[in-house]
């Protein structure tokens, strides 16, 4: 039995079938996830992401940043430190911080493996277009909480999962890289399992506050 890498539930029924993969939704947390053997090995899961071309100098992608961090900035208190968990091949989120004032440090399995920057804590970490690619959300929350220090910022931005109408025609599913789909019920799910204030800033970014 197959369980939900979320919550470790076995409430895993029919979301969605498409002629690439099949999809489940946990009938406790909501997670709506790609059952394992769809999912790609290290090597093609990197060949996909070499196809980005992430530039901190260009602007429309400094703009689609700037949704979630713009109003972080705007709350942070001075001398704040961070992390940018998965910032991919060309770290932007790290070079607007520094314009803001705030240090940050980077780290993505593929491009910044630095371990280092994952031995200490942070006031605030950012995860933009991340943890729907990440096969088990449990234990990478769980170790973003021990890295964030008592009062800190945890940054997720992900498109959010539409109804099971709307989601054979949604463009998102189509990314094979991405296996595990939020809805807000999910968010709710997880500031209740950590004890986070959950923050809803756009349509499709989360600020969940540490106490």
Same mark, same amino acid.
């Given at each position: ?100 004032? !705030?240090?940050?440090?980077? *780290? ?12 200490? #804590?942070? $006031?605030? /970490? ?40 709307? !989601?054979?025609?949604?463009? *998102? ?12 019920? #999910?968010? $709710?799910? /997880? ?21």
């Amino acid at each position: 039995m197959s369980l939900c890498p979320l919550c470790e539930c076995d409430a895993l029924s029919h979301f969605h079938q498409d002629k690439k993969r099949a999809y489940l939704r946990c009938d406790n947390c909501h997670l709506v996830v790609v059952p394992k053997h769809y999912l790609l090995c290290d090597e093609q899961e990197k060949n996909t992401y070499d196809q980005h071309r992430n530039d901190p100098q260009d602007m429309r992608y400094r703009e689609f940043l700037g949704r979630a961090v713009n109003p972080l900035f705007s709350q942070l208190p001075l001398g704040a430190e961070g992390l940018d968990f998965g910032c991919g091949s060309g770290p932007t989120i790290s070079v607007m911080a520094a314009e803001a004032g !705030f240090a940050m440090k980077n *780290y993505d399995l593929y491009y910044y493996n630095v371990p280092q920057n994952l031995a200490r #804590t942070y $006031d605030f /970490i950012t995860m933009t277009e991340v943890i729907e690619h990440i096969a088990e959300p449990k234990s990478l929350l769980m170790r973003l909480e021990r890295l964030l220090n008592p009062g800190g910022v945890l940054v997720v931005m992900t498109k959010l999962v539409e109804k099971e109408m709307e !989601f054979g025609q949604w463009y *998102y599913k189509g990314d094979p890289t991405h296996i595990c789909f939020y809805s807000m019920e #999910t968010f $709710d799910w /997880i500031a209740k399992q950590f004890s986070w204030r959950l923050e809803c800033v756009d349509s499709d970014v989360v600020f969940f506050h540490k106490h």
